[in-house]
């Protein structure tokens, strides 16, 4: 069955510092990766998503970033991170469009 | 706009209790609709629905969707404190996936 990694849990940056984020996936191939964010006391938002390598379409502009540099990997960051960065951030999986989405276990970030 | 719309946005019961939640939608040609259960973490799937009427259950939780008056809702009896979460409602289209906002069950013991 399919796992999904993401670290690292949590993390805790200052203001203008880099991110990277990695999720990588196990137990299948050619999946639709996505990146959440949930911020407190909000819904899930889409940052990104990726129907395959190289390929990334973005729902939200802003000062993040991400790339899929394999096929099972699917890496977020940012070059300078706001205060308005944080919040609770989600690797998702799905084996196709009509195919639930499978979750990480999520990266609580804080920026201070 | 497309919408996914959850209620009550909280809810507090008595453990034992039934519960009903609900999901509304304003989306149009989407291929499935899923709940899913959200603790501290990650949201884990619970259904997923894509024909009207068909109930899906699983334990003592279980689901119905409504193409014709647009909603769907999630029932779960003799509710336990491990029930307590966010139940999230997703709409999934093939260009894009909807979150509800989800509702927050809290079930006291």
């Known amino acids: 069955s399919q796992t999904i990694h993401q670290w690292p849990a949590t993390l805790v940056q200052p203001v203008g510092s880099p991110l990277s984020l990695e999720c990588t996936v196990e137990?299948?191939?050619?999946?639709?990766l996505y990146w959440y964010r949930q911020a407190a006391g909000r819904g899930l938002q889409l940052l990104f998503y990726?129907?395959?390598?190289?390929?990334i379409s973005s729902e939200v502009p802003q000062n993040l970033s991400a790339s899929r540099p394999q096929d099972r990997q699917f890496i977020l960051s940012s070059k300078k991170l706001l205060l308005s960065d944080s919040g609770f951030y989600l690797c998702?999986?799905?084996?196709?469009?009509?195919?639930?989405?499978?979750f990480g276990n999520g990266t609580r970030l804080t920026v201070t | 706009e497309d919408k996914v719309v959850q209620s009550p946005l909280s809810l507090v019961v008595h453990e034992g209790d039934t519960v009903t939640l609900n999901c509304s939608y304003e989306?149009?040609?989407?291929?499935?609709l899923l709940w899913y259960k959200q603790e501290k973490k990650a949201p884990t799937f619970l259904f997923m629905l894509?024909?009207?009427?068909i109930e899906k259950k699983s334990g003592r939780l279980s689901s119905i969707l409504d193409k014709k008056e647009l909603f769907s809702i999630l029932n779960i009896t003799a509710t336990q404190t491990g029930d307590s979460a966010v139940y999230l409602c997703?709409?999934?289209?093939?260009?894009?996936?909807?979150f509800g906002k989800g509702t927050r069950l809290h079930i006291l013991p």
């Open positions: 998702a999986l799905a084996r196709g469009y009509n195919s639930p989405l499978h």
């Open positions: 137990g299948t191939s050619n999946p639709n």
């Open positions: 990726s129907v395959g390598i190289g390929q």
């Open positions: 989306v149009t040609n989407f291929r499935s």
């Open positions: 894509t024909s009207s009427g």
């Open positions: 997703v709409l999934n289209r093939d260009d894009k996936i909807i």
